[in-house]
């Protein structure tokens, strides 16, 4: 989530706009440029309508007392939010709840000291470590769940906690790859201070590096949090019984029926998309408000 | 949600550069590795160890179910030879290809595109069509498939769009609704760090090529695209990785049907162990994506690893 920067932050380039080798009399570049501006809105407003059309069903269906697999305008109505807020589907909720704070907790602590030591510490082979962290964040490990399927059989780890060890490193890699960026930015020199103060490693991460990474942190965080919610096949094939199912295999299990409540499973997978938008609009917050990190050095 | 790179010009150590070993340094710090531990004991444990299982089990005639679910055997090439006559694995392959093939395509055209057409548009435009297709790429997989399904549904938004009613295009043409789809999903990403990487190319190389008398096509071929190049790779390598591993996507919208028409290796592997019962042979295609994605692991490595 590096590179996160909202799109409104993005300044009009009118140099790659002008086509013009030698400047054109006045009113006539201001037509072309009216043209120009024109169509690249057209383009842009129809790129927007079949970005948008896939989602309109999401949110009409919710709304609708008599919602079907169609696009139609709403029987206006919250009847279907009442109906999933109750019993096993907000069970199933709750489980999500658990399953993305527990891997979130882990991958985040675990990533945390790592990071540390990959940006500050003398290590042996740290290049080739680095280099592993790096091909793993890239590679998607969900793709090794038959082996743990097998592995997690064996020892009857076929839960929810187990998996959400699992989730966790699944984020891992890039956790660690992204709060070690944000930890080389931080300067040594309050580290060096509190060090001349005889502090330990921990107080040092505790007192110092965290709290100035924090952002870095936060959206490692968020990264991993959003991965273990979102995530279907692993607790799919990982968890096996019924009352710890998280909300993806719930709304699955819905489409499965022989009569499905339209409108419920659209106010349902609405709830369950709500805590990621949240978190993207948080995270790019801390990206805009990112480095102030000046401050903590004086002079 | 995809992750994504840290991905500019700078250049850092190379890569040989970081495999040697310095001997002109001060010691190691060696109690550096308790920090190391958890993070590479999870990595141990519950990557490198399933993966190294794998090539075992893959190698068994383990079942899901029956006899063999507790006492199976060594079957050495047995599963080798049945994957090589497997017309399914070879089709599911050549579906995985295309899929693959085309995300990627779509999630880099697509999304230069709309970085570089929204870096000039109006504010209010930038809000709220930068906004959809984020919104697009934040929502969970799960949820994606169900309203891409409903979408495409006779009643649905894109028969109404386009006005032919009563025709179901995940039906008529599932490939290519699926590939789609997973565009429409990755896109956010893509259009987020090109935007980055448009606004880091310096105006004075645009401006010079204008003065120059250059068209558009030229200052996109011989300036905007060489500059970019680097983002660009890394941005195919990993949502190829995605499409790879885009499991959520088509089970929820098609289950890799109909017959197999759109049945990419996660699925076939899943079918092979959970459905089959064929544990070690679902293991088994599951090895062949391992080596998929690690092929596409080791280019990405290369490029991310210029910036440590």
Known sequence: MSEITDTRMIAPDDAATSNAPVMPPENLQTQGTKIRSATLHLILGALGVLFLAPMLWLFLASFDKNASWGVEWPHFSLINFKHVLTGSLLHSLWNSVVLAVISTAIASVAGVFAAYALSRRRIPFKGPLLLFIIFSSGVPLAIMVIPVYEIFSRYGFLSILPTAVFLSVTSLPFEVYLMKNFIDAVPTDLEEAARMERASTFQVLRRVVIPLALPGIAAAAIFGFVNAWGSFVVPLILISPQNQQPAPIAIYTFLTLPKPEFGNIAAYSLIFCVPVFILYVVSSRLFREGFVLGGGVKG | ?308
């Open chain 2, 1 to 308: 949600m995809a992750s994504i790179p840290m991905i500019d010009t700078v250049t850092g150590p190379s890569m040989s550069e970081l495999w040697k070993t310095r001997h002109d340094k001060a010691r190691y710090q060696w109690g550096s590795l308790g920090l190391l531990a958890p993070t590479f004991a999870l990595l141990i444990l519950l990557f490198l160890v399933p993966m190294g299982f794998a090539v075992y089990l893959g190698l068994t005639n383990l079942d899901l179910v029956g006899p063999t679910a507790i006492h199976s055997s060594f079957t050495g090439w047995a599963n080798l030879i049945r994957l090589k006559t497997d017309s399914t694995f070879w089709s599911s392959l050549w579906v995985t290809g295309i899929f693959i093939v085309g995300s990627v395509v779509g999630v880099v055209v697509v999304g230069y595109v709309l970085a570089s057409l929204l870096m000039r548009a109006r504010p209010w435009m930038r809000m709220i069509v930068g906004g959809i297709v984020v919104v697009a790429w934040m929502m969970p997989a799960v949820t994606a498939g169900m309203t891409w399904y409903a979408s495409t549904t006779g009643t649905g938004a894109f028969a109404t769009l386009l006005g032919t009613p009563n025709t179901n295009f995940l039906d008529d043409y599932p490939l290519l609704v699926v590939t789609v789809a997973s565009v429409w999903s990755m896109t956010g990403f893509s259009m987020l760090v090109m935007g980055a990487a448009l606004r880091n190319i310096p105006s004075e190389a645009i401006e010079a090529a204008t003065v120059e008398n250059s068209s558009s096509w030229q200052r996109f071929r011989m300036i905007i695209l060489p500059l970019l190049r680097p983002t660009m790779t890394a941005i195919v390598l990993l949502s190829g990785l995605l499409a790879l591993a885009n499991f959520s996507l088509i089970y929820i919208m098609t289950q890799g049907g109909p017959g197999s028409a759109t049945n990419i290796l996660p699925l076939y592997s899943y079918q092979q162990a959970f459905t089959y019962n064929n544990l070690a042979y679902g293991a088994l295609i599951g090895n062949v994506m391992v080596v998929i994605a690690t092929v596409f692991g080791v280019f990405y490595v290369r490029i991310a690893a210029r910036r440590i």
